[in-house]
């Protein structure tokens, strides 16, 4: 920004020798995940807000439970020391947006012995612009744009939040989507509908998708082509993850990439397709966690019918992924149905809050 | 060269609560308890009614349940907290 009118951060400033002092200042305050930072200077933050178009102040949202005010100048500073670019940093404050609202529980998500992650799933003409790459390795180390907003997520939930491990993250084990956990969905790759159109975003909006998840679960069936014995193959984790997690239905994400994605969409199958096949077989008796060690809490209930999803509507169906082979992955959800995954637009709707699901 | 950062955490704090009176005794006194619903919280809880009993003698002990163990207590657990004289709540896992 230029010129006497440029408003004026408040954020209170440190001296350091030079980039390695800054490291140590970072580090010793605990203000990292144990990795290097990116210094957060000035300039790189106002050059965030510029991009954004927010003055510093602006209040992105509060926190509803522990009532924390979370501002655009501080989502910045976080973001520049997660690596974002000025391009990337919208999408942080999307995200944000979306985890304050109430039916995603932030509080209950950060703080959790259950120990999940928040994935950050991208859709529309954003991911081009930012360089997001949804094919090889999409649930990895992808590429530069989704592992710098996937970090800044956990900085931010870090300074922003107190969600330190031992403070207010109260989690057993985590997973390492807590390092970074983003990816966009492979939108010229596929027939289907964007993620965020089958959420209700507008066709033409980038969205993000925000969503409690676990580790993901590679599975793997390239001995069919038949979209039945595919998603049986997916089915059969979400059964597992029932039976050795949660038995209770949640928001999972099944993630298809290109090789599985061909012979389902050859059959004709839409997402919807999909969902609801997912939705008959990801299920399991309640007596089934007596197969696992866990007969104390069947009680009188032997027979009752747990699903994997509330309903159709709860599986999130991303095409990501490399060209080849016969994988895919099943996210599961952290806790049931405790939480849900909200999608909000980017940057259509500066001052408002995200539509609600 | 000198690098000048910004600090990265809240500087604008939440409201924040203020703790209630401490009562100068819990003889005769009501107290609530106000369990997320683990496992664990029932023989940590049932220990602490007989306690509070015995050695410090409560005269009634409540126990209410959150309906989801990682959101606040709902509105009427709340309501209901109001007619006590303290609660005991925020541990147990």
């Known amino acids: ?357 | 060269m000198i690098v000048r950062v910004l600090d990265p955490t809240h500087e604008l704090k939440a409201a924040g609560v203020k703790s209630a009176a401490r009562l100068s005794s819990l003889e005769g006194k009501t107290v609530g308890f106000i369990s997320n619903g683990k496992e664990g919280t029932k023989s940590y809880f049932a220990q602490l009614e007989r306690m509070l009993r015995e050695d410090f003698g409560v005269a009634n002990v409540i126990w209410r349940t959150k309906s989801n163990y990682s959101a606040p207590a709902d509105a009427h657990i709340l309501d209901e907290a109001r007619r006590w004289h303290a609660v005991v709540t925020g541990v147990g896992d």
């Open chain 1, 1 to 357: 920004m230029q010129g006497s009118n440029r408003p004026t951060l408040s954020s209170k400033t440190y001296d350091a020798d030079d980039f390695v002092a800054v490291q140590e200042l970072f580090h010793s305050n605990g203000w990292t995940d144990g990795l290097p930072i990116v210094p957060p200077t000035e300039a790189a933050v106002e050059a965030c807000l510029e991009w954004a178009l927010m003055p510093p102040d602006q209040l992105i949202g509060i926190e509803p439970v522990r009532e924390q005010p979370i501002t655009a100048e501080k989502l910045a500073v976080n973001a520049v020391m997660a690596g974002c670019l000025p391009m990337h940093f919208p999408i942080v404050a999307t995200a944000w947006q979306a985890m304050m609202q109430e039916e995603f529980l932030l509080h209950g998500v950060t703080s959790s012995t259950g120990g999940c992650a928040i994935l950050i799933i991208i859709n529309g003409p954003v991911r081009i612009e930012i360089g997001a790459n949804a094919t090889f390795n999409a649930l990895g180390n992808s590429d530069r744009a989704t592992s710098v907003i996937g970090r800044a997520i956990r900085l931010t939930l870090i300074n922003l939040m107190d969600v330190r491990p031992g403070g207010i993250d109260r989690t057993t084990l985590g997973h390492p989507g807590k390092f970074s956990y983003c990816l966009a969905e492979d939108e010229e790759g596929t027939n289907w509908q964007p993620l965020s159109i089958v959420r209700g975003i507008p066709d033409g909006l980038s969205a993000v998708t925000v969503m409690a998840a676990l580790a993901p679960r590679q599975i793997m069936n390239e001995w069919t082509t038949d979209p039945k014995e595919i998603l049986e193959t997916f089915a059969a984790e979400m059964r597992a993850n029932q039976r050795h997690y949660s038995i209770y239905g949640g928001n999972y994400a099944v993630v298809i990439p290109k090789q599985l994605r061909d012979h389902i969409e050859a059959a004709g199958w839409t997402k919807r397709d999909i969902a609801e096949f997912l939705y008959e077989r990801a299920r399991i008796r309640r007596k089934e966690w007596a197969d696992v060690g866990k007969a104390a809490i069947v009680r009188d209930r032997p027979e009752k019918i747990h699903t994997a999803l509330e309903s159709p509507d709860h599986l999130l169906v991303v095409a990501a992924g490399g060209p080849a082979g016969g994988f895919g992955a099943v996210i599961p959800p952290w806790m049931g149905s405790k939480t849900k995954a909200v999608t909000a637009a980017i940057g259509a709707c500066v001052d408002c809050e995200p539509p609600k699901r």
